[in-house]
């Protein structure tokens, strides 16, 4: 049996269950069920029940991994998270077996078995159960996003993107993918709707000039003026393609795009692993490279942070030493 093979069929499982959730929520979305957090981003009901139902699946089967989570219960808790409780409470138990079902405390605490801090030995998942919220609101990309770590490096990784074509030539085609990689047996992406799994890498681009960049399309998470002289410095022509998430990781891990640039807006802020280790995983094993902006690998030991790393550089590992020189060139590191 190949390594990885049991926690590479829950995560799926649990993945998947949670981005039906995503996807039922955003059709019956209202206003109450949207908070604003303390460092004023978004998280709503479908964030706190994605988690909830993969912490219940990884604690039914690995009931002694720690999970690294980006939410936690406190907002659902008391008088004022009653209504969100009461949500949260049946849209998770809409989508566990009869066995699996909990009570609002339960509930809270599977939400609460994400709050590892994380560190350099033994194995834990890191789970962002919506990566790019403001995407799901808008109805634009967003991906639920599993990763397990094991002293530090990121053996699995699987993302959830509901609302990705299946198929990057057939934009108003099928949505919902699952992308799936274990470190050294490859990236391959599969629908929702089968189990039949392709396995999916980089477009074959030589040249900088030829290839295509992608961004977030918030400004605030990473700098659209930067990115636009770094693209011109590497005579690259053709329109950044924005899009919310991780879906990045995964658009140009199957070619639809070649570049992913990440590029601090502020001194201050340090990347979370869970915006980060599922799609690092797939890029390496689609055939690419991820570093940061110094060049550096991302350091997933030290916790919930990237805090030794600043900025995200993702490309095929042909270009990568060329966007990075680009990149250092424009920022004059
Ligand atoms: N100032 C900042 N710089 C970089 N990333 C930021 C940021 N503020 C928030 N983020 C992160 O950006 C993620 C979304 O990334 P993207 O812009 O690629 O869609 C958010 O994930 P969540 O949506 O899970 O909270 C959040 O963790
Ligand atoms: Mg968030
Ligand atoms: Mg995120
Ligand atoms: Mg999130």
């Not at 140009?252 to 802020?269: F, N």
């Amino acid at each position: 049996m190949l390594a990885l093979a049991h926690e590479r069929a829950v995560a799926i499982q649990a993945v998947l269950q949670a981005s039906k959730v995503c996807q039922s929520v955003f059709q019956h979305l209202v206003a109450n069920e949207t908070l604003t957090k303390n460092d004023k981003s978004p998280v709503t009901v479908a964030d706190f029940s994605a988690q909830a139902i993969v912490n219940t699946y990884l604690e039914k089967a690995f009931p002694n991994d720690a999970i690294i989570g980006e939410e936690d219960s406190q907002d659902l808790r008391g008088d004022t998270g009653k209504v969100l409780r009461e949500k949260v409470h049946s849209l998770t138990n809409g989508v566990l077996s009869a066995s699996q079902q909990l009570s609002e405390d339960q509930i809270l605490k599977a939400i609460d078995r994400g709050n590892y801090a994380g560190g350099a030995t033994g194995r834990h998942w890191a789970l962002d159960p919506i990566d790019g919220t403001k995407g799901f609101l808008r109805g634009g990309q967003y991906a639920v996003c599993l990763a397990l770590i094991i002293d530090g490096v990121v053996e699995l990784g699987v993302m959830g993107t509901p609302n990705l074509p299946i198929d990057a030539s057939k934009p108003d085609g099928e949505r919902g993918s699952l992308f799936v990689a274990v470190r050294g047996q490859g990236a391959f992406q599969r629908p929702f709707s089968s189990e039949k799994e392709v396995p999916i890498h980089f477009a074959d681009v030589s040249s900088t000039k030829d290839a295509t960049f992608c961004e977030s399309v918030e400004a605030g998470h990473s700098s659209h003026s930067d990115a636009a002289q770094i693209a011109s410095e590497l005579e690259i022509t053709r329109p950044a393609v924005r899009m919310d998430s991780q879906a990045k990781y995964c658009s140009i891990s199957r070619g639809d795009a070649d570049i992913y640039l990440r590029l601090p807006v502020s001194d201050t802020y340090v990347e979370k692993i869970w915006d980060h280790a599922s799609g690092n995983v797939l890029v390496t094993e689609a055939g690419g490279k991820v570093t940061d902006i110094h060049g550096n690998l991302l350091d997933f030991s030290i916790g919930r942070t990237l805090a030794k790393n600043k900025g995200v550089i993702a490309s095929s590992s042909r270009l990568h030493d060329s966007v990075l020189k680009a990149v250092q060139k424009v920022l004059k590191l």
